[in-house]
């Protein structure tokens, strides 16, 4: 079956960098990709990983294991904008484009 | 400036009323989805639309329907059959469907059916 996990909740500190993990089986891997969302807003494109390795972008980093099913998102230099819902997805393949969601992790970082 | 609306951001129905979501995009993108989003789960795919005139059911169609007469827009009707109709509706598009990988979404409808 399609399955995406990732922490239901998790709190940080301002300032602080915290770590959102993801694990995933689903029947092709075509990419896999971050999203920020805000309460009741619509989600933003953070990420969008491939390969396996790590690519930065400013604050935010996601790393992929294609052989573990794994990646994660590390956000440094945490600010308080920064709590939101963090929704790890991945693209079905080969070729194919449908996108898979997890549930979201919910970030809250206090002062 | 280019994005997505989606309109009205509250919709308010009675049971077994149809009711239409509107999705319009400026951004030139030929691919456009609409999900639903429930309390504790992931975006779910509803229908997809690749070009004008096409469109194809996602994961979760069944009390759905979606028309594409103008590259522009793509609404959504939420029929009377669909049994839970009350979620988050966010619509969304890209370039093409093999760029899905990097979405703009709207900012999302809230449709309440009691």
């Known amino acids: 079956g399609q399955n995406i996990d990732q922490p239901t909740e998790m709190t940080a500190t301002e300032g602080a960098i915290v770590q959102i993990n993801c694990t995933y089986q689903t029947s092709g891997f075509n990419g896999l990709f971050w999203y920020q969302q805000h309460a009741g807003e619509a989600p933003t494109f953070l990420s969008y990983n491939v390969l396996d390795g790590l690519e930065e972008k400013g604050r935010f980093s996601s790393f992929l294991s294609r052989s573990k099913g794994y990646s994660y998102l590390l956000l440094k230099e945490l600010q308080m904008k920064d709590s939101a819902s963090y929704l790890c997805a991945v693209r079905d393949g080969p070729g194919g484009f449908k996108t898979i969601f997890g549930a979201g992790t919910r970030l809250f970082v206090k002062a | 400036d280019g994005g997505i609306t989606q309109s009205p951001k509250y919709l308010f129905r009675k049971e077994g009323q149809n009711v239409t979501l509107s999705c319009e995009q400026n951004l030139n993108h030929d691919a456009m989805y609409w999900y639903r989003q429930d309390p504790g789960q992931g975006l779910r795919l509803i229908y997809y639309?690749?070009?004008?005139?096409?469109?194809q059911k996602g994961d979760i169609a069944e009390g759905y329907s979606v028309s594409r007469e103008k590259k522009e827009s793509f609404p959504l009707t939420v029929t009377s059959a669909q049994k839970n109709p009350t979620a988050f509706y966010l619509c969304?598009?890209?370039?093409?469907?093999?760029?899905?990988?990097?979405?703009?979404f709207g900012p999302g409808t809230r449709l309440t059916v009691t």
């Open positions: 969304a598009s890209s370039i093409n469907l093999a760029a899905s990988y990097e979405q703009y």
């Open positions: 639309s690749q070009i004008v005139n096409d469109f």
